[in-house]
């Protein structure tokens, strides 16, 4: 009988750290070097370890996360030692190009462990951008609070462009395929809340998704590099400097998606008393003026990747379980997005 997922994670990551100490020499400085496992990590969770690595030259915390699968048979062992493979080597290109950009980082990568499916990155420091938003001191004003955060969102802007020009050039969108991707998590949006999203609502959405199709560029139909998860969980800010974190969703995808994806996020945050409508806004802006001055939030490709990402974000937490509390902020959130769902219908008809 196969051992559980998180222990036989464990196992390996414990492989890996052996490794580490035997092969030290070659990925750290090479003076008393000291291996100390750090007992538990916030958010970590079973399938990342955290190690801190004491010497006299540069003393540093490292992570060692598993790519286990859950299932353990021959072929998914392979699938995941190919993605491990197709990360780290796409992460060790990413930073090379981020040195080049000052106030642009992502994690230094240092060893890839194929046999034991794991990867070794260092922990960047500074401050989750969730952490950021969600707190202001007292003695901010909300202008200096503002002003603060304003050039860490086109550092965001910034960081997508970069990372497009990393990856490898894909082929072209197919906005059929993107429609009926659309309509599976419609569908699961609609029998998770009901009375938020039925029959004619629905057909609503499409009907935009259709019309916004009609109104894309062609230009906008290439395929480039996407985080898929690009949020301000997988944001760490150390002062001008700007680290995104988690690359495992990584794929090929709409140019915008990215930006969209941060952009309905923060759009989330304007129910917070201390943000409101017009903070979020100067945020949003500031993100696609880093990205792209000549992009407009009207340009038919991105209100497309934003209607999608708004779906996919409320059809996820569909499939979740959350207490009454976090139901009814949801809810709360989606009547917003519907408000702007419909205003956007209005303003094209």
């Known amino acids: 009988m196969p051992s559980p997922p998180g222990q036989s994670?464990?196992?390996l990551m414990g492989c890996a750290l052996r490794r580490l100490r035997e092969e030290g020499e070659r990925y750290f400085e090479p003076a008393r070097i000291d291996f100390q496992p750090v007992p538990s990590v916030q958010g970590a969770g079973p399938r990342v370890l955290q190690v801190q690595v004491r010497n006299s030259a540069r003393p540093c915390n490292v992570f060692i996360k598993s790519f286990l699968p859950a299932d353990e048979s021959p072929e998914s062992l392979c699938l995941a030692r190919e993605r491990l493979r197709r990360e780290y080597a796409a992460l060790v290109q990413l930073h090379a190009m981020a040195a080049?950009?000052?106030?642009?980082?992502?994690?230094?990568?240092?060893?890839?462990?194929p046999e034991e499916l794991c990867m070794v990155t260092e922990q960047v420091p500074g401050v989750k951008?969730?952490?950021?938003?969600?707190?202001?001191?007292?003695?901010?004003?909300p202008e200096m609070w503002t002003r603060k955060l304003l050039p860490v969102f086109g550092g965001l802007g910034t960081w997508v462009g970069v990372f497009q020009q990393c990856g490898a050039a894909g082929g072209r969108l197919s906005l059929g395929a993107l429609q009926t991707y659309l309509e599976t998590r419609l569908q699961t949006l609609q029998q998770r809340f009901p009375g938020l999203l039925g029959a004619s609502e629905r057909i609503s959405i499409l009907r935009q998704y259709e019309r916004l199709s009609r109104e894309v560029d062609a230009e906008d139909l290439a395929e480039v590099s996407v985080h898929a998860d690009f949020c301000p969980?997988?944001?760490?800010?150390?002062?001008a400097e700007v680290t995104v974190l988690d690359f495992e969703m990584t794929r090929t995808g709409a140019k915008y998606s990215d930006v969209?994806?941060?952009y309905m996020h923060i759009d989330n945050l304007k129910v917070k008393p201390w943000i409101g409508r017009?903070?979020?806004?100067?945020?949003?802006?500031?993100?696609?003026q880093g990205y792209d001055p000549a992009l407009k939030r009207s340009r038919p490709m991105f209100q497309l990747c934003l209607l999608i990402n708004v779906v996919c974000h409320f059809a996820r937490l569909a499939t979740t379980k959350l207490s009454l509390r976090e139901t009814l902020q949801h809810k709360y959130l989606w009547k917003n997005h519907w408000h702007w769902l419909t205003?956007?219908?209005r303003a094209n008809s």
Not at 101 to 112: D, F, N, T
Not at 129 to 141: A, E, I, K, N
Not at 233 to 239: F, K, M, Q, Y
Not at 278 to 288: C, E, G, H, N, T
Request: aromatic share 8%; glycine share 6%; charged share 15%.
């Open 233 to 239: 969980d997988n944001v760490v800010v150390n002062g």
């Open 100 to 113: 080049r950009h000052p106030g642009l980082s992502v994690s230094r990568p240092i060893a890839c462990f």
């Open 278 to 288: 017009v903070i979020a806004q100067r945020f949003q802006d500031a993100m696609l």
């Open 260 to 262: 969209s994806h941060m």
């Open 9 to 11: 994670a464990a196992l």
């Open 129 to 141: 951008l969730r952490s950021l938003l969600h707190w202001r001191r007292p003695w901010q004003s």
């Open 343 to 345: 205003s956007l219908g």
